[in-house]
């Protein structure tokens, strides 16, 4: 099954790939590598995920959040491969930020939302390295960022 397809299956909407705000690239292509700067938690209206988890948001709330720039970051994917996602060979790394509470201790369960819809819609190729991080603050005051980094062929 093509990946085009199971996204469909699993009832997924991609959002459109936005163009970076500042002074740095979406993506970019090295060699056979794919990098994706970090994609933000924006939902399924365009609306910021705004907060800071542990005291606005619980940790399976934070983890759809999570979710979200994984959609975000298979948006861009399939933007740099220029609508072929069958170029992506296997997810290499995801780094997750969580902006969270000096005592919120569960990053790992957050970042776990990107983490399983990456798996979930490219399988094996989907299993990857990773980091959890917590910070103190994140752009426009979103609760999660993730980047990524592809093989592609």
Do not use: W
């Amino acid at each position: 099954m093509s990946t085009d397809a199971k996204i469909k299956e699993m009832g997924l909407v991609l959002p459109k790939a936005t163009d970076p705000v500042g002074s740095y690239v979406a993506t970019k292509i090295s060699s056979n590598l794919l990098y994706i700067s970090g994609q933000i938690s924006i939902d399924a209206d365009g609306q910021l995920i705004k907060g800071k988890v542990g005291k606005d948001f619980n940790t399976e709330q934070a983890y759809k959040a999570a979710q979200r720039c994984a959609l975000n970051i298979i948006a861009q994917a399939k933007k740099a491969c220029s609508d072929d996602l069958s170029r992506i060979k296997s997810c290499v790394k995801l780094t997750g930020f969580v902006n969270s509470t000096d005592d919120f201790i569960e990053q790992p369960k957050v970042v776990n939302g990107a983490s399983d819809l990456i798996k979930d819609v490219f399988g094996d190729s989907g299993a990857h390295t990773r980091a959890a991080v917590s910070t103190n603050s994140l752009p426009l005051g979103v609760a999660v960022e993730v980047d990524a980094i592809f093989e592609i062929k």
